[in-house]
């Protein structure tokens, strides 16, 4: 979970550094397929009672943001193009 939460703002960095638009949607879908594999997480960790149901709803919360977030960026960009 952590290599996964840590992927999506390594993968915004990186791509917002390449300094073009095409190579960042790139890096913004590799971004958005790591918080995929978080949700999975989140769900795996509670079903295997690693966490709590509360504590799993929040952190959901939290990544549905973050896919919001992206997919925002996301498409402002392609407009761009």
Not at 40 to 49: F, K, M, P, S, V
């Amino acid at each position: 979970m952590r290599r996964a939460a840590v992927s999506v703002p390594s993968n915004i960095a990186e791509g917002q550094a390449r300094h073009a638009t095409k190579e960042f949607l790139l890096f913004l879908s590799h971004a958005a397929g790591s918080t995929a594999e978080l949700e999975t997480q989140l769900i795996l960790a509670e079903r295997l009672g690693s966490c709590t149901a509360g504590d799993a709803d929040e952190l959901r919360v939290l990544v549905h943001e973050i896919q919001k977030m992206l997919a925002g960026l996301r498409s402002r960009l392609a407009a761009r193009l």
